[in-house]
């Protein structure tokens, strides 16, 4: 089965080689018990878009599986330090076509979350906010892509959520909102695409039903032992999945802690078998 991967990469920006060094072991050994079989992987926390920062982030997806030579850069908010933030997404070009990257962000004036949808970019690319699109101090959105696999539209998504300033409830709280308002964007058969969002979103997953009675259903996949959800912090299952398939057994949600160690993040990966 095809795997969705997701690691918060603490304040990364692709300079230290000492860093690099350890998630390279990190993301080798998760290699050694996942296999290589990709679609797509997303990072978060990222702290620049540039150049040198995106060769590095590719080469350590495609250690993670050689495959995953698709690669973007999408501008996603700021943090609290007034700092941009980044996500980066990698896929593999062979399962996943990517017709759609963009971001939906939230408009403080009209306090509507807006999605920004647009073709491809040149490939090791960049997708910047739109401009006058300041976001505010620790505020952020989502970055996607939307992809046809094996002919069926996906929207694949990933956000690092506010913590320490800003609201954490209003992103995830909206989460619904949000991914159909990237579908809509992107148009056409995505109007209807699945949705799997993974991410960093810094509040406790919620229990594994319905996320929304109203709008477009989201349901919480994350790692459970003994019915509780496996912390991917020292103390809160804080990354996880939501998908809009119910069918999708929650037993595909797995945390990887080779990447939480001293130089790495703060943070496990997590995995979400397809």
Avoid: K
């Amino acid at each position: 089965m095809p795997l969705i991967f997701h690691q918060n990469m603490r304040v990364y920006g692709g300079g230290s080689a000492a860093r690099n060094a350890v998630f390279t072991n990190a993301f080798t050994a998760i290699n050694a018990v996942t296999g290589a079989n990709y679609w797509v992987a997303g990072f978060t926390e990222i702290t620049n878009p540039n150049a040198p920062l995106r060769a590095q982030l590719s080469g350590l997806a495609q250690v993670l599986d050689g495959g995953l030579t698709g690669f973007v850069v999408i501008e996603a908010g700021t943090s609290a330090l007034g700092l941009r933030e980044y996500i980066g997404l990698a896929w593999d070009p062979t399962y996943v076509t990517v017709q759609h990257v963009g971001q939906v962000l939230w408009n403080s004036f009209n306090r509507r979350w807006v999605a920004f949808d647009r073709v491809p970019p040149a490939p090791n690319a960049t997708v910047r906010m739109p401009a006058g699109q300041g976001l505010g101090a620790d505020t952020r959105g989502l970055a996607y892509i939307g992809a046809l696999v094996g002919g069926a539209p996906y929207l694949f998504g990933f956000m690092h959520n506010v913590f320490t300033l800003g609201d954490r409830s209003n992103a995830f709280g909206n989460l619904s909102t949000i991914a159909d308002n990237a579908r809509i964007a992107a148009g056409g058969a995505y109007t209807a695409a699945e949705v799997i969002l993974g991410g960093d979103f810094n509040v406790q997953p919620p229990a594994q039903n319905r996320r929304r009675p109203r709008g477009l259903p989201l349901y919480a996949r994350a790692a459970l032992v003994g019915g509780v959800p496996v912390p991917t912090t020292n103390t809160n299952p804080y990354d996880f999945w939501m998908v809009s398939d119910h069918l999708l057994p929650a037993n595909r949600a797995q945390v990887y802690p080779q990447s939480r160690v001293p130089l790495g993040s703060d943070h496990a990966a997590v995995a979400l078998r397809r």
